[in-house]
């Protein structure tokens, strides 16, 4: 049981930090720098730092995490919510790295590809609400 309890909590910890970064890059940070003169180092910065916390380290971290608790609890991928949010992680992980690796990096030289990085980012904090709301449905055995 104290396994268990240290996976889980080590997993809500890692989607807090994922989804609650984004939420505050999105309320706090991005407001504050729109209009400096540094911005663009600003974004950068901010960009390479969160890009390799919250998206390599913590997403990784959480898949691991996630499916040692499939395995400890449920036996392995045994039901459907389980398949759908394994599923929406991989989808997570495709947008995540889409925006890093490839809008992100345009949006400083192209108002298209600023557009792109701004709604993959929506996207991608939304579909990260999902996944935690997925997972107390999960836990509450629903």
């Known amino acids: 049981m104290f396994t268990i309890e240290i996976f889980l909590w080590l997993h809500v910890v890692l989607a807090s930090f994922w989804v609650g970064g984004m939420i505050f890059l999105s309320l706090v940070v991005v407001p504050y720098i729109r209009n400096k003169p540094f911005r663009r180092e600003a974004y950068e910065e901010v960009g390479k730092r969160f890009s390799l916390y919250g998206t390599i380290i913590t997403l990784a971290l959480l898949f691991l995490t996630g499916m ?17 949010k394994l ?7 495709v ?10 990096k345009k949006a400083f030289y192209s108002e298209k590809h600023r557009k792109i990085a701004k709604w993959l980012g929506i996207l991608n904090l939304l579909l990260g609400l999902l996944m935690v709301y997925m997972g107390v449905r999960i836990r509450m055995g629903l």
Do not use: M, N, P, Q
């Open 95 to 104: 947008i995540s790295l889409t925006h890093d690796l490839w809008a992100g």
């Open 87 to 93: 599923f929406l992680f991989f989808i997570i992980l």
């Open 68 to 84: 040692v608790i499939a395995h400890l609890i449920h036996g392995g991928l045994t039901t459907r919510t389980l398949k759908e």
